[in-house]
Structures are given as C-alpha cells and as structure tokens.
C-alpha cells in the first residue's frame, strides 16, 4: 500500500445537541481512488468540509501528509494540496471560462505572478492547458454563466485542479447529469488520478462510485457503518438497509 496521505483520526462534529460525526476515523493513501456513500443526512458533506476547512471538528484529528491540518483555515489547506468542487457550482458569473481559472493560478498555486516570476502569459498557457484537459478548451473565451450544466461540472473540476491538488474532494460532481454525460465526468476523474491526484469521490450515483474506487466507505448517522471494496459494500446489508430501509 502506498503511504497514506490523509489520516481521519476519530474526528467528531457536533450542531448544538446533533451529532453529524462521531468518531469517524479513515486512512486514505496516495494515488487512492476513495468513495465516501451515505443516505442524505449521514455525515458525509460535514466530513469533507471539515477536511477541506470549512467547518472544524469538534474532536480527532485530520493530518494530510504527515502534518495536523484541524486548525488551519481552508485556504492554506488548499495550499498545501486540498482542494475540492462543489456540488452546485459556483463559478464567477461575470468572468469568461478562462480567468476563472485565472484566479486559483494567481492566487493558489502561484500565489501571485510577481512572486514566482511567472508572466500573466504563461499562466494563462497553464489554464488554457488545463481547459484542454477537461474538455473544456474550445468554451475559454465564453462568460462562464452561459454553460451548459455539464460544462459547469467541467468548469468546477478545472477550477479546482488550477490549485494543483495532490488530494481532489469532488462532491457530488455527476448529480443530475445524463448517462452519456455521467461518463465524460468519469473519464475525467480518471485521468487525473492517472496523473497521480488522490481523489475521494462523494456520489449518489452508485454505478459511477463504484465503477470509480477501490475502496469505499458507507457512512450513516454519522458513523461508519461499513468499508470494503465497491462489490463488498454493495453486498453489505447494513448498507442495503440505510439506503433502502427496514
């Protein structure tokens, strides 16, 4: 196995008197292709956004690479290689495909042109690189509210990879999307951990996370009711009975 990236050390979050995680502890390595399930409500959105930054647990740890991140803002965990997109995007709606890519270059991986001696030039070559990646090369020039909705999936991927992330958080990033469409998005995924991003994938779309990952956790009320690969959970009746019921 190859050495973990993230660690998930019984990590807890409470609402006032609701519990959303109760010691959630999960070990995910490098170059991993890792599915986070769960029913609505199960933990799962809270987990990744106390990992990403979000939100803070309230107890455990989270350690990406060896170092405690639980007290960092979400920036410098993006920084220091965590980034994720969101199930509804959120684009800049006044700016063109482009400069929305733009902005995490600038101020994410390069964190300012002058700083790292880059032209505005060659980071615009980088995007233009990443755009043609995605898919997404022949729509640079286009205002980015002007995109279909499986052009703005693309667009959140892209944006997030502007980071350049050595941990990929897609969130729900195929929700309401077409089968045909379903398995651009998979490709993409695909040849990004082929280039070596870890990725944890958090779907509703059960053919396309398990058709995607090698491990998966199921978790529900805010627990982890079960781990195993896709074949394992799918033939796991606790599994069975959070997503269909007694």
């Known amino acids: 196995m190859d050495k973990i990236l993230l660690e998930i050390k019984g990590v807890s979050k409470n609402f006032g008197g609701f519990t959303a995680l109760d010691g959630v502890s999960i070990a995910i390595a490098g170059g991993e292709r890792f599915g986070l399930i769960g029913p609505n409500g199960s933990g799962k959105t809270t987990l990744i956004n106390c990992v990403a930054g979000s939100l803070r647990n309230d107890a455990g740890s989270i350690v990406f690479d060896g170092e405690e991140m639980s007290r960092l803002p979400a920036y410098q965990r993006t920084r220091r290689g965590i980034a994720r997109s969101f199930q509804i995007p959120r684009p800049f709606a006044s700016m063109s495909v482009l400069e929305n890519l733009m902005v995490p270059l600038e101020y994410v991986a390069h964190r300012g042109l002058v700083v790292t001696g880059k032209t505005e030039a060659q980071a615009q070559d980088e995007a233009m690189a990443i755009l043609r990646d995605i898919g997404l090369a022949g729509k640079a020039a286009a205002p980015s509210n002007r995109l279909s909705q499986v052009e703005l999936r693309k667009l959140e991927l892209a944006r997030a990879m502007a980071a350049r992330p050595r941990l990929l958080i897609s969130d729900e990033a195929m929700a309401g999307l077409s089968s045909n469409e379903v398995s651009e998005v998979l490709e993409i995924l695909f040849k990004l951990n082929a280039a070596g991003i870890t990725i944890i994938m958090i779907e509703h779309i059960m053919q396309a996370v398990m058709k995607f990952s090698r491990r998966v956790v199921c978790l529900d009320a805010g627990q982890i009711i079960c781990e195993g690969t ?17």
């Not at 074949?231 to 007694?246: C, K, P, R, S, T």
């Open 230 to 246: 896709p074949a394992e959970i799918v033939a796991n009746v606790g599994v069975q009975m959070a997503y269909l019921g007694a």
